[in-house]
């Protein structure tokens, strides 16, 4: 039964009349105090998640401590937190949605040890406000008062201690109660975590910075930048159209003076105003410390300091510290804290270090951070999840997964094909002939969700990272890798889960006759690689000694199993063709030229520029083949709900770059379709260059949209089509090792299969809202994983070329194309490395290139002209010279070092003429090949710098294994990450 | 402030109830000895005071009488006082016509009007207090007063309100929850039949969710038959016992 009682709140209105307002507010007996030391479970019916049993006690913050140490309170390693209803409250509207929504995921997250607490609706905890009393003090007393409460429910069991910054409830409550108690922050950290050494510097840093601003508050400044809108009036002036809402959007360039607002719907260009925030975007950012000589120039009140972000976007950030000295090399992560309309700098606290400046470790933490990805190792409870699969205690098929499954052991042949030495196999196929003639085409993906339950720690873990993060030198799986190599990978001759999906064809049309989806039980027979299977496809049989499996065979069931491997192959790449025949309009938009080959460290040992060979269209074509049936699969069962993957037409005007550059070239690209753009730009061929083509290519992808991850809920049909496979409908289905949506797109599936059969679904689906914000946040982090992957890839050719000696390097000088013309330069691709970067005509002092007789450049006085395909550099002196769009030109490669930022790479073109190699063979290497190189030889002279340092001889093989990870996938997967890569902005536009 | 969060992750409301709970109601019958039949009821901080006169002839114009039924003739009014900011409302202003006519609307389904042919009944409501879901307080009070009145009913006329936040649907909305903008929906539903007298929405919702916000909002309507029951009984039992002595 609830009790009632009656809040009065006095509002003044805006008139400056008092208004009172009456606000019920209902008491009830019980709430769930999520303890396991709970007296009476009966009563409080705890569900969800409860505090751990293993703490010593539990830690109550004050309302005050929430607001101000919240970061710390994050700490994983800070256990047995309760957070009472009144302090959330107070969060709420003293500090805004943003800091109330961490709080609530934080209360959400199963990870992390807490809980809340609703003291305020509980009838014994509840204590009326006062006449008189200040809010912060009825605050801290019902505070304290529920923390007595929770004290003696627990039986007294288990000891409480309230957290405050008010040094008067210390004084008051301190030794009211025995077994609760009340110690200030400061105390509690140094007392019970005098270990964490991060919790402690990070409280440092805030409380500093707090103190910071109480003192600027007092001082009155002039006001450096106008007020911004409070949130009511911004709200009222858009809803009356007063002011328009926006995302901004800086410009990465000219951070300083550009920035666009995305708006929603309007389409036209104004120049604007920015009113007021209605969201800020905040997260850590990676700075660095000035040097020990700015730092004096900076003046004598050396605390206060003004530290650079690594994103050029960001204004630098004054932080409070007596650190600095000690932090100048290192990249360092800050929050910022508030920003006063009085002050030029926004105010920030330091968060920890990430490593040196110029060290392939703290640079890489750097672009992590950045891109807000987080891999820390999974925990033991993620890992407690896990199935176990030792020598000694072997992980067998269970009998009841036998009874529900299709067995598919003994009558499918089943094989996959993937890279030469790749061991996260998510996808096998199987061919056979039924017995009325038709074929039986499938397709069996590794059953990932099998072992990761919805809203397990894994599962949790695996959706907050999306996606594994592959960087040039390393990965960072989503997965651990018990299950990513080990149980859900369909290694060759042991039993395995799988989803599958078995089409039945037509014999001869190859007509899609019928269709079944379903898990199934599966040992692949081969574990084929690309070579040997195009090789078994062409009929050259030399190969099987390469094939492990048919090697302790006799000769005589060796040839039978061989034509049996053979014919299943065949007829695979058949239907293949068939299927994509059918797909009219897929554009090939860059082709896979790679193939990686591992030794068996698993070292990069090579990679050899190939022509796709038929057996990756084929795989990739099943591949694509099944998602699509999916995606039709969960769109007809969840219409509001099904995880589809869209990718819109691109907008025309996109493409004029593209019609022009390549009408210079005198090709004409027809862009109105997928159809008739892949046909042209496969005529844009010119046989003596054949970089023009990819150069058109990239320029294509460019034009493109991203494809993305929606909820069909939120989208009309019309727009679900995927543009560049030419599908109407497309999800992603086949690799749910390595991403999280299609671990979703799993469970949609086998929600549908038990919807058909009428079965209550186990599943618990997301609703559209949810799924929609799922989608948002894969695409996000799909985006952060591109980034960070160019990021690395930018750092490694950096420190490739730093240390080496431009005048006599031979590498530092090549080749290169120019692709894109501007106002003062013009933008450079480079085939042999793959770098993309822009070449200034005109330099600093307002010189301008010529190039002598010789064809070597030098600076003169003149000016630059600039046409549609051409730059004209004219010097004062009546010298001329003409650079034309894919004009092959010679450029040293230089890097521009910097010390708060990323380095670059700088390009200047020394002679008009191509770059002669003596070697020709080196010329027809591909430039992945050169970026493989890279990452090995950085990696080694990083190794041999570390080993200078700490000389111990047990680091280079965990660094060997450290550095080289695999890069083991399947080509298919390479093919569409570049897909999804190449519809990125590839080119990186560097404004000049 | 940041916007106000309606439901907690917890389950809990502003003001501490769950979902489906309702506030706390309390009635009273035959308040005034003047009217044929009278109710007051307080449903949380929503007071309202119904009066019935009737059945009786038809005032004013003999034209309006029906041959073949009674006239419900509903009247709502609502005090000066009952909203924070005191504010004169006139009668015959849109929004208290409008309430009238939906109060008239449902009387007609659940009163036995074929019963008194020619004749007239009056219900007249005010509203004293306005703390959310003033409708559903209007149509219980008139319900009591007309079972005051001994007017004939098909069924008690038990109203309720539902909201729709986050995807759950809320009983009960409080004045708070009315003003955050979300969907609201007013049924008034005859419980022993399952019969809906009125139900109106004016707000956008999506066809999904209507099944559910209804079924909460009669599954509310329920409990406050159940309530409502019981002031009936307890009316019946203390006049009975004032008749016995």
């Known amino acids: 039964m609830l009790q009632k009682r009656e809040k009065v709140l006095l509002l003044k209105t805006f008139q400056g009349r008092t208004l009172r307002i009456v606000r019920e507010h209902y008491l009830r007996p019980s709430v769930p105090c999520n303890s396991p030391l709970c007296s009476q479970p009966t009563v409080c019916l705890n569900d969800g998640k409860l505090l751990s049993s293993d703490v010593t006690h539990y830690m109550i913050p004050d309302w005050k401590v929430v607001q101000d140490y919240f970061e710390i309170l994050e700490f994983p390693e800070l256990k047995g937190i309760i957070f009472m209803q009144t302090a959330c409250q107070a969060v709420q509207h003293q500090r805004g949605r943003r800091q109330y929504n961490k709080l609530r995921n934080l209360l959400k997250d199963a990870r992390h040890d807490c809980v809340p607490f609703a003291n305020e609706f509980l009838q014994d905890c509840y204590l009326p406000r006062e006449q008189g009393e200040s809010m912060e003090k009825w605050q801290t007393r019902s505070i304290y008062s529920a923390a007595v409460w929770y004290y003696h429910h627990c039986q007294d069991r288990m000891p409480v201690i309230v957290v405050t910054e008010d040094e008067e409830a210390v004084q008051q409550y301190g030794s009211e109660t025995e077994g609760v108690f009340v110690i200030s922050f400061k105390n509690y950290l140094d007392n019970f975590w005098p270990d964490l050494k991060a919790a402690h510097e990070l409280c440092d840093s805030i409380l500093q910075s707090r103190r910071e601003r109480e003192n600027e508050r007092q001082e009155s400044h002039r006001k450096e930048y106008p007020e911004h809108l409070p949130l009511e009036v911004l709200e009222a002036g858009i809803k009356s159209g007063r002011y328009i809402q926006g995302i901004l959007k800086v410009n990465k360039h000219r951070a300083q003076i550009e920035a666009f607002a995305r708006l929603q719907g309007a389409s036209s260009k104004d120049s604007g105003r920015v009113v007021g925030i209605l969201q800020k975007n905040w997260r850590d950012y990676v700075v660095t410390f000035p040097s020990k000589e700015e730092v004096q120039s900076q003046g004598k009140n050396a605390q206060k300091i003004l530290v650079t972000p690594w994103d050029y976007r960001i204004p630098k950030i004054r932080i409070s510290t007596q650190q600095a000295e000690a932090l100048q090399d290192f990249r360092v992560v800050v929050r910022i804290d508030s920003w006063e309309s009085t002050s030029m700098y926004p105010n920030g606290h330091f968060v920890r270090v990430l490593g040196r400046i110029g060290d392939l470790e703290g640079e890489i933490a750097t672009i992590l951070v950045e891109n807000s990805i987080s891999v820390a190792p999974f925990s033991e409870a993620q890992m407690c999840e896990m199935p176990v699969n030792t020598p000694e205690n072997p992980w067998k098929v269970s009998p009841e997964e036998e009874r529900e499954r299709k067995d598919l052991r003994k009558t499918h042949l089943v094989f996959s094909i993937d890279p030469k030495g790749c061991e996260d196999v998510d996808d096998t196929l199987s061919v056979r002939t039924l017995s009325n003639g038709n074929l039986e085409l499938g397709v069996h993906i590794a059953d990932v969700t099998h072992f990761v339950a919805p809203n397990s720690y894994s599962d949790i873990e695996a959706r907050t990272r999306a996606t594994t993060y592959y960087l040039a030198d390393r990965r960072y799986d989503m997965l651990p890798s018990i299950l990513s190599a080990d149980l859900c990978s369909l290694l060759g001759g042991v039993d395995r889960y799988a989803v599958s999906v078995l089409w039945e064809l037509d014999k001869t049309s190859y007509e899609i006759k019928k269709v079944w989806y379903g898990r199934t039980i599966i040992r692949s027979a081969y574990k084929l690689f690309y070579e040997a299977a195009q090789e078994l496809l062409d009929g050259n049989f030399s190969v099987i000694d390469d094939i492990p499996e048919f090697r302790d065979l006799d000769e005589k069931s060796r040839q039978a199993k061989l034509e049996e491997l053979v014919w299943a192959v065949r007829k695979l790449t058949d239907i293949a063709r068939h299927v994509r025949a059918k797909r009219h309009g897929a554009l090939e938009l860059e082709g896979v030229e790679v193939r990686i080959q591992l030794d068996e460290k698993k070292n990069i040992c090579d990679l050899i520029p190939k022509q796709p060979l038929e057996v990756h269209e084929t795989v990739a074509e099943c591949m694509i083949l099944a998602n699509h049936w999916v995606a039709k699969k969960i769109w007809e069962s969840f219409p509001h709900q099904a995880l589809l993957r869209q990718h819109p037409p691109p907008h025309q005007e996109f493409f004029s770059e593209l019609r022009e550059c390549a009408k210079a070239k005198g090709f004409f690209i027809d862009t109105r379709s997928n159809k008739t753009l892949a046909d042209s730009l496969d005529n844009a061929n010119d046989p003596s260059d054949p970089i023009v083509n990819r150069l058109l290519r990239s320029m294509a992808t460019h034009a493109m949209s991203n494809a993305l991850y929606f909820s069909t809920g939120s989208c009309a049909e019309e727009e679900f089509h995927h543009y560049g496979l030419a599908l109407d409908k497309y999800t992603h289905f086949t690799s749910p090792i390595r991403r999280y949506s299609d671990i979703i797109v799993h469970r949609l599936l086998m929600a549908a299969i038990s919807k058909d059969k009428k079965m209550e679904s186990k599943e618990n689906l997301f609703s559209n809202k949810d799924l929609e914000e799922l989608c948002r946040h894969i695409n996000n982090r799909n985006r952060a994983a591109q980034r960070s992957q160019k990021r690395s890839t930018e750092l490694f050719q950096c420190m490739y070329f730093k240390d080496k000696d431009q005048e006599t390097e031979d590498r530092c000088i090549s080749d290169g194309v120019i692709y894109s013309m501007r106002t003062n330069g013009v933008l450079v691709f480079i085939p042999r490395f793959g770098i993309k970067g822009a070449a200034y005509l005109k330099n600093k002092d307002g010189l301008v290139i010529s190039c002598g007789p010789d064809s070597h450049s030098e600076w003169k006085p003149g000016s630059l002209q600039r046409f549609q395909n051409k730059i004209t550099s004219t010097t004062t002196g009546g010298e001329s010279v003409t650079f034309h769009l894919f004009d092959h030109v010679t450029v040293r490669i230089s890097v521009q070092a910097s010390r708060c930022h990323s380095d670059t790479i700088r390009l200047e073109i020394i002679s008009n003429k191509p770059y002669m190699i003596p070697d020709t063979e080196l010329f027809h290497q591909s430039s992945l090949l050169l970026k493989s190189d890279l990452v090995k030889e950085v990696t080694r002279s990083v190794e041999e710098a570390q080993l200078a340092q700490e000389v111990k001889v047990n680091v280079i093989q965990e660094d060997c294994e450290k550095y080289c990870q695999t890069k083991g996938r399947s080509l298919y997967t390479l093919l569409e990450e570049i897909r999804d890569l190449a519809l990125l902005d590839v080119s990186n536009s560097h404004g000049i | ?245």
Do not use: W
């Open chain 2, 1 to 245: 402030m940041a916007g106000l969060e309606l439901l907690s992750d917890q389950g809990y409301r502003v003001d501490g109830r769950r979902a489906g709970e309702l506030r706390k109601i309390q009635a009273r019958m035959g308040v005034f000895a003047q009217a044929d039949g009278s109710a007051y009821i307080e449903q949380g901080n929503t007071k309202a005071l119904a009066v019935v006169y009737g059945p009786h002839e038809i005032r004013g114009s003999r034209a309006r009488a029906l041959p073949d039924r009674a006239l419900v003739n509903c009247q709502y009014s609502s005090a000066t006082f009952s909203t924070g900011e005191r504010k004169r409302r006139p009668h015959g202003d849109r929004k208290s016509c409008e309430m009238g006519l939906q109060l008239r609307q449902t009387f007609e389904a659940a009163i036995l009007t074929q019963l008194h042919p020619r004749s007239q009944i009056d219900i007249y409501v005010q509203v004293l207090q306005a703390d959310g879901g003033t409708y559903a307080a209007c149509v219980n009070a008139a319900t009591l007063a007309v079972l005051d009145a001994g007017v004939p009913m098909r069924d008690f006329v038990c109203a309720c309100s539902a909201g729709f936040v986050d995807g759950t649907p809320l009983a009960d909305l409080s004045h708070v929850e009315e003003a955050a903008g979300g969907p609201q929906l007013a049924l008034a539903l005859l419980p022993a039949s399952g019969q809906i007298a009125l139900l109106e929405m004016d707000a956008r919702l999506h066809e999904d969710h209507l099944e559910q916000v209804l079924e909460a909002a009669a599954r509310a309507a329920r409990d406050v038959h159940a309530l409502l029951d019981r002031v009936v009984r307890q009316h019946v039992r203390e006049a009975s016992v004032l008749l016995g002595d």
